[in-house]
């Protein structure tokens, strides 16, 4: 079965630079999240689509913006890149649901790392 | 404020012997409730899942079970096997119509001993 395929699934930056991750959700999946992991903690949440329109905003830095496409796939920009935006970047997809069921699948990753 | 918490960093378990992970949980909205495995450089896998109208749900060896009044969640892995061996975390969503965002524990390393 089809999985959640996020890109580049590493990344080396310069301070200062600017990046953009790319995530293509599971086919007929409506919403994509973006999630956040440092070294040693647990995901947290940034951003999320549902039908190309942010559902929901987390603790996501001004200097980053993402976008939803007409085929559903997402990117994450990240601009004026600092040591401590190095982390996991995981993108995750789900099909909207009744009843509040909301099982989302998680890519790979992208392990972004800023010099 | 850590909305999702789990309070054992590990848990070491014989091969073929129970796993029980421990999840605790503050927000009285939240109505949803995944547990997930993780290996290392990779993403999370979905494992299992109940909704706050239940109180258990079993999947094969996956048993997860709900306790709405203390705010408390487990998962028991039986029998466990050295493949178990990975990260486990909680997770919670509160019902929204769309884009139901995941709130994570702090996740709990397995080590299942042969």
């Known amino acids: 079965a089809a999985g959640v395929i996020q890109s580049p699934r590493h990344l080396i930056k310069e301070k200062r630079e600017t990046a953009t991750l790319k995530c293509y959700p599971i086919?007929?999946?409506?919403?994509v999240y973006w999630y956040q992991q440092g070294p040693g903690q647990d995901p947290q949440f940034l951003i999320s689509?549902?039908?190309?329109?942010?559902?929901d905003k987390g603790s996501i830095p001004d200097r980053f913006s993402a976008q939803q496409f007409s085929d559903y796939h997402s990117e994450l920009n990240m601009s004026s890149l600092e040591l401590g935006d190095s982390a996991l970047y995981f993108c995750?997809?789900?099909?909207?649901?009744?009843?509040?069921?909301?099982?989302?699948?998680f890519g790979a990753g992208t392990r972004l790392s800023v010099l | 404020d850590q909305q999702v918490k789990q309070n054992s960093p590990s848990l070491s378990v014989q091969e073929g012997r129970i796993s029980i992970l421990n999840c605790d949980y503050t927000?009285?909205?939240?109505?949803?409730f995944l547990w997930y495995k993780k290996y290392p450089a990779e993403g999370p896998t979905f494992l299992i899942s109940?909704?706050?109208?239940?109180d258990k749900n079993e999947d094969g060896r996956f048993t997860v079970f709900l306790n709405k009044s203390a705010k408390h969640l487990s998962l028991h892995i039986v029998p466990s096997q050295p493949g178990d061996s990975a990260v486990y975390f909680c997770?919670?969503?509160?019902?929204?119509?769309?884009?139901?965002?995941?709130?994570f524990g702090g996740g709990t390393r397995v080590l299942v001993k042969p």
């Open positions: 995750a997809s789900s099909k909207t649901s009744g009843g509040g069921k909301n099982i989302q699948y």
């Open positions: 086919p007929r999946h409506d919403t």
């Open positions: 689509f549902y039908e190309k329109m942010q559902s």
């Open positions: 927000n009285s909205m939240f109505d949803y």
């Open positions: 109940i909704s706050s109208i239940k």
């Open positions: 997770a919670a969503s509160a019902f929204k119509a769309a884009g139901n965002k995941l709130t």
